[in-house]
């Protein structure tokens, strides 16, 4: 074979390779779904409970720089609950999530007891929010990775001040396609 020959040969054939390659690329669709409570009143008592504690903890919210107060709670196997609230700082990458600030918590005083469901409700003082407020993509991560500390799935209830209830089986149905200790 000609050295010519031979590198019209190659070009030829990593051209026909790529474009190989381009058939092979395929779309997969990743699907997730909630649930939605009109109200308070048709939730389980200790989901209301839940959802009531979450939202005393909103006194406890430290938010100075964006007024937005955030209260969570969560419900432990065992039946105790931890309240939490957003804490804020005027170094505003320190702020606190009422998420994090909460599943730590329950993690450091109650280290081996798996976490149930997780109660999310917000307040603004400026606006009254009437629907429920997406959790930010760190706490979804860190509610995913509580699941796997205990193997036992986290149920998210989340709330506006007033409004429906949505309400996701666990955290890895908030954040499908997650990064997890197996990447290590
Ligand atoms: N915040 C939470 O507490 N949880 C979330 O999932 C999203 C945002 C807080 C952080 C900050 O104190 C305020 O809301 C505005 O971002």
Known sequence: MS??????????????????????????????????????????????????????????????????KVGAAVLLKDGKMYGGSNQENAAYPLCLCAERVTIAAAESQSPHIPIMSIAVTVKNPNQLIDQPAAPCGSCRQVICETERKHKQEIRVLIRGEVGPIYMFKSGKSLLPFSFDETFL
């Open 3 to 68: 050295e010519l020959f031979f590198r019209r040969y190659l070009i030829s054939s990593l051209f026909k390779l790529s474009r190989n390659q381009a058939h092979t690329m395929r779309e997969k669709e990743l699907t997730t779904s909630f649930f939605i409570y009109d109200s308070l009143q048709e939730l389980s008592k200790e989901d209301q409970d839940l959802m009531n504690l979450a939202k005393k903890s909103l006194d406890h919210s430290w938010s100075p720089y964006s007024e937005f």
